[in-house]
Nanobody, 119 residues
Framework: QVQLVESGGGLVQPGGSLRLSCAAS????????MGWYRQAPGKQRELVAR???????NYADSVKGRFTISRDNAKNTVYLQMNSLKPEDTAVYYC?????????????WGQGTQVTVSS
């Protein structure tokens, strides 16, 4: 059974930082591309950052230079370091493991963790 469990969300003031974690189980983590998405109220879910199994990254334009995605294969965990947070970063953040064609029926998602940026 595949599980992605996020943690690290919370309330932070503008300009502050948070680090999200996503612990994976039931998958061979080291071969997986991993990603973080977010969904704000009334908006569609959007990609925040993606990290491939070989270390390549890409980021949404809105978070470039502020957010950093990383992974620890020994801990089966992917992280999202968020600095210089803005109120518009407020959303539920989801961990994602894209499906491997021929192996998985669909993408895997965590349950989400709330990030609120407010003074």
């Amino acid at each position: 059974q595949v599980q992605l469990v996020e943690s690290g969300g919370g309330l932070v003031q503008p300009g502050g930082s948070l680090r999200l974690s996503c612990a994976a189980s039931g998958i061979i983590f080291s071969i997986r591309n991993m990603g973080w998405y977010r969904q704000a109220p009334g908006k569609q879910r959007e990609l925040v950052a993606r990290l491939t199994s070989n270390g390549s990254t890409n980021y949404a334009d809105s978070v470039k230079g502020r957010f950093t995605i990383s992974r620890d294969n020994a801990k089966n965990t992917v992280y999202l370091q968020m600095n210089s947070l803005k109120p518009e970063d407020t959303a539920v953040y989801y961990c994602n493991a894209p499906k491997i064609f021929g192996r998985d029926p669909s993408d895997y998602w965590g349950q989400g963790t709330q990030v609120t940026v407010s003074s």
